[in-house]
């Protein structure tokens, strides 16, 4: 069923096919780089599929190792949300679990098919075929499956095609911040939307859903946030996410710029507007045309400068410095602060009709300390990978305590300052495990710096106000309890105490 082609003509045609498939896959990638909503990609990846093995349907699994079931992440499914089916379960289950290909013909039955997903669908699946994808390690990490060609049955170079595809889709996944995900030691279930963009608490995923609304149109967008939040992530998620994502996206960083260079950064200037101007320059306005100008840090912006922008914000038009002929410009605008930009425009620092202009689309994104322990835990996990990778780290543990004293940490800087220390970690790593001697809190100051230092403070771990040694011990317990998912035995394990002694320190019977 499987055997290949021998004839020479045949080969020339899988060998076309290959490099159509790459070339096809390549035009996905540079979306892959970007804070793409990778559903949107997979998505496009299946419409692909279908079309191009003149199939009724294509599917794409991808394995969730924590549940030990395939997930379909895309799929043209009109009747359900998603399949979900156990390792081993049904072909595309056997696919993903034995990582054989398999092709099936309208006229040959298989006792690997599962009726269960027609049921519940009420489609009737008369052929198809299905190929495992696998990583750089060759671990299953999807299935790729296409339903009933359109006409006759699929054919042996059908299969080789489809494993030719599963190959460069393999690749295109390492791109993304899926790849972490897909490790088989990962024991959390599937979770994402934006590539590199990391968390599931619900003000992420508030966020999420305004991020899709607004990439849908041009409007202005204004996203607040503390230092260190990803306020620029977002940013790159409205501008890759819209249809100006194949146009520039052109940041200017406003706190970076002096006053008087700040405006000719913007709008660049005519020949002899000032000494040394010996030629005419566009500034990053203009380099944005047809894109997105991303103004970071916009409370940072000279009052002078607030006006002008003003005019570019209202009328799309803008004038070079030395300039006297107003220019058009069609680009789009996204601007990022830290600053209560209401209380300046109340203090007079900041035009309050610029500010309107601006904040048609609000986005707030909270400090990583309200995001909660689920969304920690994640940005962990997925820097600890990322950083094991990139400095060839791989096999790193994170012990139970460094967890657990990450999690004391209040992240002044975010996830900024969470990044850092934990490539700091990996890299200092001496042996296998990340201990808690190798996260840098020391040097890192605390949210409640301003307090008046004390004698001998010892290692900046607490940062709650002091309490009695009964509530410090309860709350790390339960905390404890939390993170194994209301398990009180493996608790007890993680703690190394009995079930008993677990539940006098929680305060109950047990």
């Not at 002091?466 to 905390?479: G, N």
Request: hydrophobic letters at 40%.
């Amino acid at each position: 069923m499987t055997s290949a082609p021998t004839t020479a003509y045949a080969r020339t045609a899988l060998s076309e096919w290959r490099t159509m498939t790459a070339r096809w896959l390549d035009e996905l990638r540079p979306r892959v780089e970007g804070q793409i909503d990778l559903d949107h990609v997979l998505g496009e990846l299946v419409d692909e599929l279908a079309r191009q093995f003149d199939a009724d349907r294509a599917t794409f699994y991808l394995v969730d190792h924590a549940a030990r079931e395939l997930v379909s992440r895309a799929a043209h499914l009109p009747e359900i949300r998603e399949i979900r089916l156990k390792l081993g379960e049904g072909v595309a289950g056997w696919v993903g679990q034995k990582g054989e290909a398999i092709r099936i013909g309208e006229q040959e039955p298989d006792h690997r098919f599962s009726r269960r997903i027609d049921a519940v669908t009420g489609y009737r699946t008369r052929s198809m075929m299905a190929v495992p994808v696998r990583d750089a390690d060759h671990v299953i990490i999807g299935v790729l499956q296409v339903l009933n060609k359109r006409h006759g049955d699929f054919v042996s170079t059908d299969l080789q095609r489809l494993e030719t595809v599963a190959v460069e889709v393999a690749k295109l996944l390492d791109g993304t911040s899926l790849r972490g995900q897909l490790r088989p030691d990962h024991d959390k279930p599937l979770s994402f939307r934006f590539n590199f963009i990391v968390g599931e608490s619900a003000g992420m995923e508030r966020i999420y859903d305004r991020v899709e609304r607004a990439a849908a149109t041009d409007a202005t967008v204004l996203i607040r946030g503390e230092t260190g939040t990803g306020k620029e992530l977002i940013a790159r998620a409205v501008h890759f996410n819209s249809e100006r994502r194949k146009a520039p996206l052109v940041k200017v960083d406003c706190a970076a710029l002096p006053e008087s260079l700040i405006e000719n950064e913007l709008f660049g200037h005519e020949k002899g507007a000032f000494t040394g101007a010996d030629r005419e320059q566009d500034g990053k306005v203009a380099a944005a045309h047809g894109g997105t100008l991303f103004l970071d840090e916009i409370g940072e912006l000279p009052l002078a400068v607030q006006g002008k922008l003003l005019r570019l914000v209202q009328d799309r038009t803008y004038l070079r410095v030395g300039g006297t002929r107003p220019r058009p410009v069609n680009v789009r605008f996204v601007c990022a602060t830290h600053r209560d930009l209401q209380q300046m425009v109340e203090e007079g620092r900041f035009r309050a009709d610029l500010y309107f202009r601006l904040r048609v689309v609000d986005i707030e994104v909270p400090p990583l300390r309200r995001r909660g322990h689920v969304d920690l835990d994640r940005l962990v996990d997925h820097f600890v990978f990322e950083y094991s990778r990139r400095y060839h780290r791989e096999g790193l543990l994170l012990a139970p305590e460094t967890r657990a004293a990450l999690h004391a940490w209040s992240w002044p800087g975010n996830v900024r300052e969470l990044e850092h220390c934990i490539e700091s970690a990996v890299v200092l790593a001496p042996g296998n495990v990340i201990t808690p001697d190798l996260l840098p809190f020391r040097s890192t100051p605390t949210a409640r710096q301003a307090d008046p230092p004390v004698e001998d403070p010892g290692e900046a771990l607490f940062v709650t106000p002091p309490r009695t040694l009964e509530e410090v011990e309860r709350a790390y317990v339960r905390y404890v309890l939390a993170l194994q998912g209301g398990n009180r035995t493996r608790t007890a394990k993680v703690l190394g105490i009995g079930r008993n002694t677990l539940a006098r320190k929680l305060g109950d019977d047990g």
